[in-house]
């Protein structure tokens, strides 16, 4: 690592403990638990999917109760809120107890996030091929209004790495067994450029308590976190800068 | 098939009933065994009622009685997640506290860590492959979740095989499918639409997968002389 990363790695751990602007990080998941502790007074905003009449559209939801079947959600959003404390969360529910969503929930949410202004959009999950199309237009209007999209690569990729991670209009995530959340490698070849901590990760529980998790998913909040510190700090910076910034700081 | 049920039985304690059994069970065991874990199962998804129905499990003999046939929600847990997401999961389980452990209600004999992998066709989940650990401290990998996701893909066309087999010979009995086509015709039938399932357009991946298929329909024909 050159001495310049190892600068930035430093200022990341230092940012924590400054006054930093508030930033808002949408998580399109299976919900949040806001009741959690981790979380109590973090959530900010919340919406959840749902299909009416053949329609799939995110509708608003409470920000103060517990909104996740699965815990999947709260514990990404507990990574978030444990390395970021500037990061104000908003829920998208994408997924629910009754295995709906899929590729037209994931639209919807990701929709709804682009919509509600959230510099940040934290995607753990990996969409397959079908929806690439529509997921490619919607990380280009994220782009275009200078929010930035950190996208889980598939844990087992068997025909593609998943999208939108495969785009190069995402900051793209792996995950590694690394101790630390401010260690990251920087990945060669595109398409996935980071690896961050994934393996084994404390996460919140849906319902309380604290529970352990493995995979991209875990990992991709991470990355999320640690670019909510720099955006805190530096509120203008762009999708091309914060890559820049990152692989500066990774280890190779 | 009695030559591989004798050497199963003997050195793997599993006794199948059929080719397409053997071929899952020895895949669950693999994973298992692979992942170091205490209790392996495969869970077939009913679509209607969207529930897991346990169909076999690998490790303790136990579970084989008291939990084959059993349904769990595919809303909740590890294997509901995986269903939903159609992604591996690797977790652990059980609340970490021991207000949540009361308050669950949980027993004793919780594991420590648990995989779910889905078993995909196309894009649908068919069902779950799961392992759990049981011990203080226990944790599954990022590798042993790439090794599992691929044993459940495997598992997968296994799954979907037995299943499209079993909707032909039902059409081959009310008489609605050509005689010409043999069991055999319609198992080659059944890998190649698979293979082009697998390698979803890619032709790169088509040795891989090809591989593992030539490899299972070895197993499915048994010894040859």
Not at chain 2, 138 to 157: E, L, M, P, S
Request: net charge positive; charged share 25%; with cysteine.
């Amino acid at each position: 690592m050159s001495d310049i990363g190892r600068a930035i790695r430093e200022n990341l751990k230092a940012l924590r403990r400054r006054r930093l602007a508030a930033v808002e990080v949408a998580v399109v998941d299976s919900g949040m638990d806001a009741t959690h502790r981790a979380l109590r007074g973090r959530v900010k905003g919340a919406w959840r999917v749902v299909e009416r009449r053949g329609t799939v559209r995110a509708i608003k939801a409470s920000c103060t109760r517990n909104n996740d079947a699965y815990g999947h959600g709260t514990a990404v959003a507990g990574i978030i809120a444990s390395i970021a404390p500037n990061a104000r969360l908003l829920d998208v529910r994408v997924l629910d107890e009754h295995c709906q969503g899929g590729g037209p929930a994931l639209l919807a949410g990701f929709e709804q996030a682009i919509s509600s202004g959230a510099r940040l959009i934290n995607l753990s999950l990996a969409c397959v091929a079908q929806y690439a199309p529509q997921l490619h237009e919607l990380c280009e209007r994220a782009y275009r209004a200078n929010q930035i999209v950190v996208a889980a690569k598939r844990n087992m990729p068997l025909a593609d790495n998943g999208f939108p991670a495969e785009f190069s209009s995402c900051i793209s995530v792996d995950a590694a067994g690394f101790q630390s959340p401010y260690v990251l490698d920087f990945l060669d070849p595109p398409p996935i450029e980071f690896a961050a901590r994934g393996e084994h990760v404390r996460v919140p529980a849906a319902g309380g308590g604290y529970t352990h998790m493995t995979g991209t998913s875990f990992a991709t909040p991470t990355v999320t976190g640690l670019c909510a510190l720099l955006i805190g700090a530096h509120p203008d910076l762009r999708l091309f800068e914060l890559k820049t910034l990152l692989k500066a700081a990774a280890r190779r | 098939m009695a030559t591989h049920r004798s050497v199963l039985q003997t050195y793997l304690g599993i006794a199948p009933r059929t080719s397409e059994e053997a071929v899952l069970r020895l895949l669950v065991d693999l994973g298992r065994q692979y992942a170091g874990a205490e209790e392996g199962s495969l869970l077939v998804l009913d679509p209607k009622t969207k529930e897991l129905v346990f169909a076999m499990t690998s490790g303790d003999r136990q579970s084989e009685k008291t939990l084959v046939g059993q349904r769990v929600p595919a809303g909740r847990g590890l294997a509901g997640l995986a269903v939903a997401m159609r992604e591996v999961q690797a977790g652990a389980p059980t609340f970490r506290d021991l207000r949540q452990r009361k308050r669950k209600g949980a027993a004793d004999r919780q594991p420590s860590a648990v995989l779910a992998a889905p078993m995909l066709v196309r894009d649908e989940v068919i069902g779950v492959l799961t392992a759990a650990a049981f011990g203080p401290g226990r944790r599954f990998t990022r590798d042993h979740a790439a090794f599992y996701g691929k044993i459940a893909a495997v598992a997968g066309v296994v799954v979907d095989q037995q299943q499209r087999l079993a909707a032909l010979e039902q059409l081959g009995k009310s008489g609605r499918l050509p005689r010409s086509r043999t069991r055999e015709q319609q198992v080659q039938q059944e890998i190649i639409a698979s293979v082009g399932r697998l390698t979803a357009g890619r032709p790169e991946r088509l040795a891989r997968v090809h591989a593992v298929l030539a490899a299972l329909e070895a197993l499915c024909r048994g010894p040859q002389p």
